[in-house]
């Protein structure tokens, strides 16, 4: 099973808050997945898939070490991939924090703040072969 976005431009909730791309804050009792998502993709950009973020961002959150990972990374990676898990248009950085995804036809991702001048580009689909897809609500309506 992929999990992974090619050439696709997911942008900001329709009900997103933000106006503008914000660094997601962590709770004083740890690391939350936004915040983990945001430091990763940021500081790499279009170093990582979805698949390779998300399971980062699991592996991280988990708090597993380096000799789990050593031991039984395998099997922490199959269990994980074997679960639906939602993709990242379901993430709080475009739902609530204000960033656009942007993945390139290798399906390595970027994080476009919205109020980017290439956020708009990619919004308005001016690359022919770009998909354009909404973050998720956080409201049904």
């Not at 999990?3 to 709770?27: H, L, M, Q, R």
């Not at 399906?107 to 476009?112: C, R």
Request: charged share 30%; glycine share 10%; with cysteine.
């Amino acid at each position: 099973m992929e999990w992974n976005y090619y050439n696709t431009f997911i942008t900001v909730s329709p009900d997103c808050p933000a106006e503008f791309g914000t660094v997601p804050p962590d709770k004083k009792g740890g690391r939350t997945k936004p915040s983990l998502e945001y430091e990763l993709a940021a500081g790499q950009p279009y170093g990582y898939t979805q698949e390779e973020l998300m399971y980062e961002v699991h592996v991280r959150h988990k708090g597993y070490s380096a000799e789990e990972l050593a031991e039984n990374g395998a099997e922490i990676r199959k269990v994980f991939f074997s679960k639906p898990t939602a993709c990242l248009r379901a993430s709080m950085l475009p739902k609530k924090y204000g960033w656009g995804i942007h993945f390139n036809e290798k399906g390595k991702m970027a994080l476009i703040p919205r109020e980017s001048e290439a956020y708009h580009r990619f919004e308005a689909g001016e690359d022919g072969e770009l998909k354009v897809v909404a973050g998720m609500r956080s409201s049904k309506k």
